[in-house]
């Protein structure tokens, strides 16, 4: 089955500067990547995924980059913020008729200080 | 709010008791998944259902089963249970088919005694 790798598994940044996580996958078949962020004792929020038609993704201060040949991915948040602190989690997919279960990494507990 | 919604957000129970754990998806939504979080295990897929149908199943335990109701509603019930069945457990929506973006409801947080 599928398998990711997520790190850090911590990561501290000033607040202003850029963060960013990097997640491996092993099953060349997975085409669907989000991430989550998921603040202390609240439910995993969908922020930003990517489909691999496609290389780079951007929405605001994040983007996702994904490279199929070395089946790795990254989440980069600029200009972070206090906001921004809490736990982000990356996952693959293989998303067929049969079914869409996430593998998820382990996650990054990122600290943003102001 | 995802829309997705789940009950009871807490539930505290002995070893060897059953509970039974509620999600109705969004509106809309046909597919439902289940994931366990614990501190050692992360984010763990246990089920799909689509529109009633059991899709896909990943390592759950024989003493776990889920169904999705006529309403798409999806219960999920453990048994038998046991101190490391201790987690939050998180439903999750999605439109259903392919390449489709999951929601995930508050979760129910289950301590077992």
């Known amino acids: 089955g599928e398998n990711v790798e997520q790190h850090p598994s911590t990561l501290s940044v000033q607040e202003g500067d850029s963060a960013v996580i990097k997640c491996t996958y092993s099953?060349?078949?997975?085409?669907?990547f989000p991430w989550y962020k998921q603040e202390l004792g609240k439910r995993p929020q969908l922020i930003i995924d990517?489909?691999?038609?496609?290389g780079e993704k951007k929405d605001q201060r994040i983007a996702v980059t994904l490279n199929k040949t070395a089946k790795h991915f990254s989440l980069h948040i600029t200009e972070t913020q206090p906001e921004d602190s809490a736990v982000y989690f990356c996952?693959?997919?293989?998303?067929?008729?049969?079914?869409?279960?996430?593998?998820f990494g382990g996650g990054t507990r990122v600290l943003v200080k102001p | 709010d995802s829309g997705v919604t789940q009950t009871p957000k807490h539930l505290i129970t002995a070893t060897g008791q059953r509970v039974t754990l509620r999600c109705s998806p969004r509106?809309?939504?046909?597919?439902v998944y289940w994931y366990q979080q614990s501190l050692d295990q992360g984010l763990q897929f246990l089920i799909q259902?689509?529109?009633?149908?059991?899709?896909a199943k990943g390592n759950i335990l024989e003493r776990f089963s889920a169904q999705q109701f006529p309403d798409l509603h999806s219960e999920l019930n453990l048994s038998s249970l046991e101190l490391g069945d201790s987690a939050l457990y998180f439903c999750?929506?999605?439109?259903?088919?392919?390449?489709?973006?999951?929601?995930f409801g508050p979760g129910t947080r289950l301590t077992v005694t």
């Open positions: 099953d060349s078949a997975s085409n669907y």
């Open positions: 996952a693959a997919s293989r998303v067929q008729a049969a079914g869409n279960k996430l593998t």
């Open positions: 509106s809309g939504d046909l597919s």
């Open positions: 990517i489909r691999s038609n496609v």
């Open positions: 999750a929506s999605s439109v259903g088919g392919q390449q489709d973006e999951q929601y």
């Open positions: 259902y689509y529109n009633g149908e059991e899709r």
